[in-house]
C-alpha cells in the first residue's frame, strides 16, 4: 500500500507545484514586461555639430543638457560639457564646453592635421551619479561646400523683389547686418551719383528714410519696408527695394583686431546672444556673448578668409538671425542683409539612443514574454495530458479487477513525469531572464 502511495503523492506534488509555478511565473513575467514599458529617460544630451570638417581648422560646437521633471519646463543645468575627437578608441582632441546664461555650452574643437578621413565627436555629461554621453561621426574634405545664396524667409506679408531698373545699377547693403524694427537702420548706397537728384522713400506709415551721401538711414515701424529710388523726370524710377525687417534681430557691426573678433552693439537688450562664426562656408566657432557692455571682445579667432559672423537672441531663433561679412567692403556686404542665414545642422541627441536601445530592450522582453507564456501553456498541457492519462490507466485497471501486471506506468506516463519537472526548471528560468533583463542588469 504505501508502495503505490508514494508514486501517487510525488505526482500529486509535481502537479501542485506546475499549479502554482505557472501562474505565479506568468504573473512576474507581466509584472516585468509593464514595468519596463516606460524607459523613465530623464537625460538629454544634444550636441550640435557640422557633419564634415577640415583638418587643421576648427569645427563649432554647440550643446544642451536637458534634465525631465515633474515641473512641464525641462530644467537646463549648467554643467560643463566635455567633447572628445575620437579616431577609434584613441582622443585625438579634447576640450571642456563650459555652461553659459542662456543654458547652452558652445566652443569650437581643432581638427589636427594628421586625422583620418572620418572621426567621431563624443560629448559626455556627468550628473546626479550617471555619465551621459552622445556621438557624431564628422567627415574631413579639404573642399569648400557648395553654398547657394538664397533670399531671406520672411513671413507671408513680406517679400523682397528688385523691380524695374534703368539708368544707373543700384546696390543695397545693410552696415549693421540688417534692419530691426525700432532702431535705426543703415544702408549704404552702390552706384548711387551724387550728382542727380535722388529721391527716396520709405513705404508709407511704415518707415522713415532719409539720405546722407551715399548712405541711407531709415526707420522702419512695421514688419516690413520698402525703400525706393528715383531720379530725374527720364528716369523717375530707378529700383525699388523690399526690405525684410528681422524681428528680434540684433543690429551689430563686426571688425577684427589682432586676428580677434570684436562686436560694436548698440542694443542694450537683449543681455546674451549666441554668435556662430562661418569662415568659407564652414562653421568655425560657436560662443554665447554678453552684450551689456555695447563694444564687446570675445576671444574669438578669426581666420584670414571671408568670414560671416552670425547673431542672434537665443540659440534656436534662426530667423531673427543678423549678419555681418568679414572683411566688412561694400562689395561684400551689397544685399548680404537680403540673404538668408546659415543654419545649423541637425542636433543629435542622447534620448533618441537611449529610445533606440529601451525599444530594442522591449523587443527582446516581448519575445521573452511570448516564450514564456507559450512554454508556461506547454506545461498545463502537459500536466493535463498525464492526468488524463493516468486517470485512464486508473480506469483500466478497475474494469481489469485490479490486475497486478498493469500496475506499472505506461511508458509515455512516466516520460511525462520526467518532462514536467524539465519544464518547470526551464520556466522558471526564463521568468528570471525577464526579470534580470527589466532592470537592467543585462
Known sequence: MSSTSRPISSRLSVERIAYGVVPLGIALVAIAYLSAGDPGIRFDLQLTAPEV????????????????SERPEPEFP???????????????????????????????IVIPPSAPASVRLRAEVAYDGENIAIERSVRLDDAPPNLVATPRRTSPLQRFRVLERTGTSL???????????????????????????????GEPG????????????????????????????????????????????????????????????ELMEPTHA???????????????????????HPDIPVPEQQCRVQLRPDPFSLESATSFLLPPTMETQALHGLEDPIALPMAVRSRDLAEIQAERKQRRL?????????LGALIVVVVLARRGIRASSEAQ??????????????????????LVPILLVLFVFLAAAILLLSKGLF
Not at 402 to 410: E, I, N
Open 53 to 68: 570638417g577640415r583638418r587643421g581648422h576648427s569645427i563649432g560646437l554647440r550643446s544642451f543638457f536637458v534634465v525631465s
Open 78 to 108: 549648467a554643467v560643463p560639457v566635455r567633447v572628445s575627437l575620437l579616431s577609434g578608441s584613441e582622443p585625438m582632441a579634447t576640450t571642456t564646453l563650459e555652461p553659459s546664461a542662456s543654458g547652452d555650452v558652445a566652443g569650437a
Open 171 to 201: 546696390d543695397l547693403a545693410f552696415v549693421n547686418g540688417g534692419c530691426v524694427p525700432g532702431a535705426p537702420c543703415e544702408m549704404s548706397i552702390e552706384g548711387a551719383d551724387d550728382e542727380l537728384d535722388w529721391i527716396i522713400s
Open 206 to 265: 511704415f518707415a522713415r528714410i532719409e539720405r546722407v551721401g551715399n548712405r541711407l538711414r531709415g526707420d522702419f515701424l512695421g514688419p516690413e519696408g520698402e525703400v525706393r529710388f528715383a531720379g530725374p523726370a527720364e528716369e523717375r524710377r530707378l529700383a525699388r527695394f523690399r526690405v525684410p525687417v528681422i524681428q528680434r534681430g540684433i543690429p551689430f557691426r563686426a571688425s577684427v583686431r589682432e586676428a580677434k573678433l570684436m562686436l560694436d552693439v
Open 274 to 296: 549666441s554668435l556662430d562664426l562661418f569662415c568659407e562656408g564652414r562653421w568655425i566657432y560657436a560662443a554665447t556673448v554678453n552684450l551689456r557692455d555695447g563694444t564687446n
Open 366 to 374: 516581448r519575445w521573452l514574454l511570448a516564450m514564456s507564456l507559450a
Open 397 to 418: 485497471k478497475i474494469m481489469d479487477g485490479f490486475d497486478a501486471d498493469r500496475a506499472v506506468p505506461s511508458t509515455l506516463l512516466s516520460a511525462l513525469g520526467v
